[in-house]
Nanobody
Framework: QVQLVESGGGLVQAGGSLRLSCAAS????????MGWYRQAPGKQRELVAAVTSGCSTNYADSVKGRVTISRDNANNTVYLQMNSLKPEDTGVYYCNADIVGFTRRVYAYWGQGTPVTVSS
């Protein structure tokens, strides 16, 4: 089994910063893409940022220039540094990872979500 455990969410004022972390553990041979998604109240879950195993990154237009995704392959961890936060960044942030197990099969896993609230 594999677990993704997120941390770092919370309440912050507009213009502030937060750093989210997501650590994967369990039956892991390697990890392909990792990413962060968010779901605002009443809206669909959307991609915020993603990073490949080779550290190529992709960002939603709404966060470009304010958010940086990074990963620590040695510790199976992905980070999301968010700066200049806006009220519209409010939502539950979910970590996602495509994990290769020791059987070499690939499965997508999700974390439990960490809430981020940006007050105006």
């Amino acid at each position: 089994q594999v677990q993704l455990v997120e941390s770092g969410g919370g309440l912050v004022q507009a213009g502030g910063s937060l750093r989210l972390s997501c650590a994967a553990s369990g039956n892991i041979f390697s990890i392909n893409d990792m990413g962060w998604y968010r779901q605002a109240p009443g809206k669909q879950r959307e991609l915020v940022a993603a990073v490949t195993s080779g550290c190529s990154t992709n960002y939603a237009d709404s966060v470009k220039g304010r958010v940086t995704i990074s990963r620590d392959n040695a510790n199976n961890t992905v980070y999301l540094q968010m700066n200049s936060l806006k009220p519209e960044d409010t939502g539950v942030y979910y970590c996602n990872a495509d994990i290769v197990g020791f059987t070499r099969r690939v499965y997508a896993y999700w974390g439990q979500g960490t809430p981020v609230t940006v007050s105006s």
